[in-house]
């Protein structure tokens, strides 16, 4: 049976330009299971970093001095790596969980890509002040942001994938509240899709605990110090919070009497809100592991620490040379380490800088016979994947592909002799006239599933 050092690891990455600002590390033994040297980074100073997908073939890092996105491979054996100028420097980003789709904020707004195609699809003017924080809810149908201004909004996917040919434009979102004075410095979404809980910390000494689907603020802490990061545990029962005096606060949740304010304090030990202390500065990166017995940490001066909830002591502790920007928890992907790991075919295009004019579906909708799931999905990414590229599909029909399969396949015995009489059957390919007509039948109804959703969704919200 797996154990929990073999199903994750950590992701640090440190604001700095020096090689091997990006690793990732074994929470057990604290060692370097692998690491970007950045040297295509041109020596931009690393930012951040953000998984595409969850099978971890590509990491997506922005550059905190440059315009600029880069997307590169996992997989020791694979050299992808695909460079993208950007409208301005991305000071938060978010990759949606099915590697599909990537935001960025630039100054206010938030600029939405569809990362196979390249395509710019909106632009949204979405906060007063600049945007300091992106993360989508976990089944991806909506995005989270905050920004300097105090404000956390909840805006539908839909609403960010869906161009205008007015340019820019500015949907209402689905929810908003403003539970800060002065710029939001940490935000965490919980599981639950758009029935999440989002938290948030800020400078002015406070964080707020939200209900996505009700809008009601369900907990505010009131600090003594600066609240400069947050997250919560799988189970959400625990709350932790980084300080600027480089102490990691614990709230339980279900601690008696229940409250919907607390206070808390960084002088002394408190054993109704536990300290985590051996950070010298402000705590700017915080995550938990899977079952929530452990928790990473990174601060300003680049250390990262990786502690044991239960005995509140530091299991590691190492330095790099910039403050940590990203610390979180990540499946152990296959192309981490297996030899033979093959990616996914879908391409990563480069991120265009104009805004789509349409989205008219290239891809047609074909069902197929059931001749296995995994052989089915992996015909689909082959297909997808060259259509994206711009190359002609293949002549040949599902029948063809499910014969090919059937006689790749080990056959019983009783089937030896049938099949020796089928080796003289001609197959004959669909003509190119049959396939055109086949794609536009499938473009027609992917517009009518399509505005028949729009329309639900308009229905719904009046």
Same mark, same amino acid.
């Given at each position: 049976?797996?154990?929990?050092?073999?199903?994750?690891?950590?992701?640090?990455?440190?604001?700095?330009?020096?090689?091997?600002?990006?690793?990732?590390?074994?929470?057990?033994?604290?060692?370097?299971?692998?690491?970007?040297?950045?040297?295509?980074?041109?020596?931009?100073?690393?930012?951040?970093?953000?998984?595409?997908?969850?099978?971890?073939?590509?990491?997506?890092?922005?550059?905190?001095?440059?315009?600029?996105?880069?997307?590169?491979?996992?997989?020791?054996?694979?050299?992808?790596?695909?460079?993208?100028?950007?409208?301005?420097?991305?000071?938060?980003?978010?990759?949606?969980?099915?590697?599909?789709?990537?935001?960025?904020?630039?100054?206010?707004?938030?600029?939405?890509?569809?990362?196979?195609?390249?395509?710019?699809?909106?632009?949204?003017?979405?906060?007063?002040?600049?945007?300091?924080?992106?993360?989508?809810?976990?089944?991806?149908?909506?995005?989270?942001?905050?920004?300097?201004?105090?404000?956390?909004?909840?805006?539908?996917?839909?609403?960010?994938?869906?161009?205008?040919?007015?340019?820019?434009?500015?949907?209402?979102?689905?929810?908003?509240?403003?539970?800060?004075?002065?710029?939001?410095?940490?935000?965490?979404?919980?599981?639950?899709?758009?029935?999440?809980?989002?938290?948030?910390?800020?400078?002015?000494?406070?964080?707020?605990?939200?209900?996505?689907?009700?809008?009601?603020?369900?907990?505010?802490?009131?600090?003594?110090?600066?609240?400069?990061?947050?997250?919560?545990?799988?189970?959400?029962?625990?709350?932790?919070?980084?300080?600027?005096?480089?102490?990691?606060?614990?709230?339980?949740?279900?601690?008696?009497?229940?409250?919907? *304010?607390?206070?808390? $304090? /960084?002088?002394? @030990?408190?054993? !109704?809100?536990?300290?985590?202390?051996?950070? %010298? =500065? #402000?705590?700017?990166?915080?995550?938990?592991?899977?079952?929530?017995?452990?928790?990473?940490?990174?601060?300003?001066?680049?250390?990262?620490?990786?502690?044991?909830?239960?005995?509140?002591?530091?299991?590691?502790?190492?330095?790099?040379?910039?403050?940590?920007?990203?610390?979180?928890?990540?499946?152990?992907?296959?192309?981490?380490?297996?030899?033979?790991?093959?990616?996914?075919?879908?391409?990563?295009?480069?991120?265009?800088?104009?805004?789509?004019?349409?989205?008219?579906?290239?891809?047609?909708?074909?069902?197929?016979?059931?001749?296995?799931?995994?052989?089915?999905?992996?015909?689909?990414?082959?297909?997808?994947?060259?259509?994206?590229?711009?190359? *002609?599909?293949?002549? $040949? /029909?599902?029948? @063809?592909?499910? !014969?090919?399969?059937?006689?790749?396949?080990? %056959? =019983? #015995?009783?089937?030896?002799?049938?099949?020796?009489?089928?080796?003289?059957?001609?197959?004959?390919?669909?003509?190119?006239?049959?396939?055109?007509?086949?794609?536009?039948?499938?473009?027609?109804?992917?517009?009518?599933?399509?505005?028949?959703?729009?329309?639900?969704?308009?229905?719904?919200?009046?």
């Amino acid at each position: 049976m797996p154990t929990l050092e073999t199903l994750e690891q950590v992701l640090i990455t440190c604001q700095s330009a020096d090689p091997f600002s990006t690793l990732v590390v074994s929470p057990q033994t604290g060692a370097a299971v692998w690491s970007y040297k950045g040297s295509e980074l041109q020596g931009a100073i690393t930012n951040l970093a953000a998984p595409v997908g969850v099978n971890g073939d590509y990491l997506a890092v922005t550059t905190k001095d440059k315009p600029m996105l880069h997307i590169v491979a996992v997989h020791i054996r694979d050299r992808t790596h695909q460079k993208s100028v950007l409208p301005g420097i991305a000071r938060a980003l978010a990759v949606h969980p099915s590697g599909t789709v990537v935001c960025c904020a630039i100054d206010e707004k938030i600029y939405t890509w569809m990362l196979t195609t390249g395509q710019l699809l909106t632009i949204i003017s979405a906060h007063y002040q600049p945007v300091s924080h992106l993360q989508f809810v976990s089944d991806g149908s909506a995005l989270v942001s905050a920004g300097d201004d105090g404000i956390v909004q909840v805006w539908l996917l839909t609403d960010l994938m869906t161009p205008h040919d007015a340019g820019l434009m500015k949907p209402e979102p689905l929810r908003k509240w403003s539970p800060h004075s002065v710029p939001v410095t940490g935000l965490f979404v919980t599981s639950g899709g758009v029935n999440c809980r989002i938290l948030s910390c800020s400078s002015d000494q406070t964080a707020s605990l939200h209900s996505s689907s009700s809008g009601e603020c369900l907990l505010t802490v009131i600090a003594d110090c600066k609240l400069t990061s947050c997250t919560m545990d799988p189970a959400e029962s625990r709350i932790f919070l980084g300080t600027s005096k480089g102490a990691v606060a614990q709230i339980n949740l279900y601690m008696e009497p229940v409250l919907r *304010e607390r206070h808390l $304090t /960084t002088v002394g @030990d408190n054993d !109704e809100m536990p300290l985590f202390r051996n950070h %010298k =500065a #402000a705590v700017t990166a915080l995550s938990t592991n899977l079952d929530g017995s452990m928790f990473v940490s990174g601060d300003a001066l680049g250390q990262y620490c990786i502690w044991d909830v239960a005995s509140r002591q530091c299991l590691k502790s190492a330095s790099m040379k910039g403050t940590i920007s990203t610390a979180q928890f990540i499946p152990n992907w296959l192309s981490l380490g297996e030899a033979e790991y093959k990616k996914s075919p879908l391409p990563v295009a480069v991120l265009q800088k104009q805004l789509a004019k349409s989205l008219e579906p290239t891809v047609p909708v074909v069902l197929r016979p059931a001749v296995g799931m995994d052989e089915m999905n992996n015909q689909l990414d082959e297909m997808i994947a060259r259509r994206l590229r711009g190359e *002609e599909i293949s002549t $040949t /029909t599902w029948n @063809d592909r499910v !014969e090919d399969v059937q006689r790749k396949r080990p %056959k =019983a #015995a009783d089937e030896e002799e049938e099949s020796d009489n089928d080796e003289d059957d001609e197959v004959v390919p669909e003509t190119v006239e049959g396939l055109k007509a086949a794609l536009n039948k499938a473009r027609r109804a992917n517009r009518q599933l399509y505005s028949f959703a729009v329309s639900q969704i308009v229905d719904n919200k009046s």
